[in-house]
């Protein structure tokens, strides 16, 4: 174990994620406080920072970058319930944000109910989806640069998007939100709701990454279909393709297309990351062929021999 400035590096056998699989960390560091992420970033200025890892599949054998996790007042909020304002680290847990607004009858973030994330997992993916996505919420974001220049972006400098913000080259420590007041027993409902849908939808209780492909256009994904007229930005439910091509409860070793939600891969006991990959692989060459779609991966993917499959 080495202690630097009060950083505490140790290793780490298996880099906890939602998959439940995967390699570890050479180098792990919890970091609590801007001091020591000006630290960690000296230390290894590629470092990883790792969410609530639900979005995330780490190789089997794990990666050698320094990887960090935001703790101590990273993982803080504090509420101006006059100016319905949030302001919280990159390292807090929303659902439990989440909870605490519609509590407060502070509404917005009721809409993202059931996506497991930290603060900055949630703005570097833009998480969301039916009911709404993070960026609408957003005033500004903090971090910092890999050189460690402190950042503030306004939200009309961040080019958010369809699970993509631009955010993931700085290390983000956290952001203002602007939510709205409103009956707290109003924005309860919306709450369960937003929970009743996705609990009816998707395998919640299983281990997975939410949704592994982003949802196809025809003018990004298959131009020689696109025709302009008035069908841009449509887009297709990468699940349906998946579904439709007779993948769903496709298995490769322990890791299976699920059978309630196709564009949701379920890992089963004993399942590696290599058998994720097996199947996105498979996955992806026959939706190719039925379709000739290419489906782009929003799971993000930890790798020492590969690049990061998801975009940010
Ligand atoms: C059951 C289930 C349901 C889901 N449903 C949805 C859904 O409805 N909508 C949706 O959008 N997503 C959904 N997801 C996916 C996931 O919840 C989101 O992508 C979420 O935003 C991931 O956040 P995280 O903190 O877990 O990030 P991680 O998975 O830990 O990391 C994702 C990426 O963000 C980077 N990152 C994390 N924190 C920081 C930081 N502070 N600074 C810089 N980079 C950082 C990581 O390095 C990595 O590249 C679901 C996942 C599961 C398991």
Redesign the pocket.
């Known amino acids: 174990m080495i202690v630097a400035e009060e950083l505490v590096i140790s290793s780490l056998p298996q880099i906890p994620?939602?998959f439940g699989i995967g390699g570890g960390a050479a180098r792990f560091a919890e970091v609590s406080s801007p001091a020591q992420l000006r630290r960690a970033v000296e230390i290894d200025s590629r470092l990883?920072?790792?969410?609530?890892?639900?979005?995330?599949l780490v190789d089997d054998d794990g990666v050698d970058e320094l990887v960090i996790v935001?703790k101590g007042e990273f993982a803080e909020w504090t509420v101006n319930s006059s100016a319905a304002t949030v302001r919280v680290g990159?390292?807090a847990n929303l659902p439990k944000l989440i909870n605490e607004t519609v509590r407060l009858g502070l509404a917005g973030l009721e809409t993202l109910g059931?996506?497991?994330?930290?603060i900055?997992?949630?703005l570097?993916?833009n998480?969301?989806?039916k009911f709404g996505e993070i960026e609408q919420y957003v005033l500004r974001v903090f971090?910092i640069s890999r050189d460690g220049r402190e950042v503030v972006l306004e939200r009309k400098d961040i080019p958010f998007g369809y699970?993509r913000s631009g955010?993931?080259e700085?290390?983000?420590?956290g952001c203002e939100l602007q939510l709205a007041p409103e009956d707290p027993a109003a924005v309860r409902r919306r709450q369960k709701e937003v929970m009743a849908y996705?609990k009816g939808s998707?395998p919640?209780a299983e281990k997975?990454?939410?949704?592994t492909y982003k949802n196809p256009t025809l003018e990004d994904d298959l131009p020689e279909l696109f025709d302009a007229n008035g069908r841009a930005g449509r887009r297709i439910p990468a699940g349906l393709l998946i579904d439709r091509a007779g993948l769903k409860g496709l298995r490769v070793g322990g890791a299976q297309v699920s059978d309630v939600h196709a564009n949701f891969f379920v890992t089963h006991p004993g399942a590696t990351a290599r058998d994720v990959i097996g199947l996105m692989n498979e996955v992806e060459r026959r939706v190719m062929d039925r379709f000739g779609v290419r489906l782009t991966r929003e799971v993000?993917v930890w790798s020492r021999t590969e690049g990061?499959g998801?975009t940010?």
């Open positions: 994620t939602w990883r920072v790792l969410g609530d890892g639900a979005n995330l935001m990159a390292g059931g996506i497991p994330a930290s900055g997992g949630a570097v993916m998480a969301g989806g971090g699970r955010l993931g700085y290390l983000l420590t996705k998707q919640m997975s990454a939410g949704c993000v990061s998801g940010k």
